[in-house]
């Protein structure tokens, strides 16, 4: 799912320069809504790994993308400050974060 949701977020970025991707600002609401159900899985995975400080750390990194997501929603109508947000803040921040749990739950998932 991640992976699906930074591929999503490259297409948005294009999409600002792109004209024939004019879906992009449905997509990233689409991509905003399914914070939820990520947090849902952040919160389980904060109790699962609660003696792990690394873990512990990209739990509160998400919380950064989560506050970056909804200064995004308040951009509704102003194109510039969106696509500032989006480029220069959201989306790195959020690559740098699933960039981190991939890492740190590698072993998890290939063992």
């Keep these: ?3 699906t949701l930074e591929e999503s977020f490259t297409y948005i970025v294009d999409s600002f320069t792109d004209l024939d991707k004019d879906d992009g600002d449905a997509l990233l609401f689409e991509v ?3 914070f939820p159900q990520i947090k849902a899985v952040n919160e389980q995975l904060l109790h699962l790994f609660k003696e792990n400080s690394e ?3 990209i739990m509160h990194v998400f919380e950064k993308v989560q506050e970056q997501a909804d200064r995004l929603e308040q951009t509704i109508g ?3 400050e969106k696509q500032e947000i989006l ?3 959201f989306f790195p921040l959020f690559a740098a974060w699933h960039r981190m ?3 740190e739950l ?3 998932l290939f063992s």
Excluded: T
Aim: glycine share 0%.
């Design 32 to 34: 905003i809504d399914s």
């Design 106 to 108: 590698q072993p998890y």
């Design 78 to 80: 102003n194109a510039p």
């Design 1 to 3: 799912m991640l992976n």
């Design 101 to 103: 749990i991939d890492y």
């Design 87 to 89: 480029r220069e803040q």
């Design 55 to 57: 873990m512990v750390h």
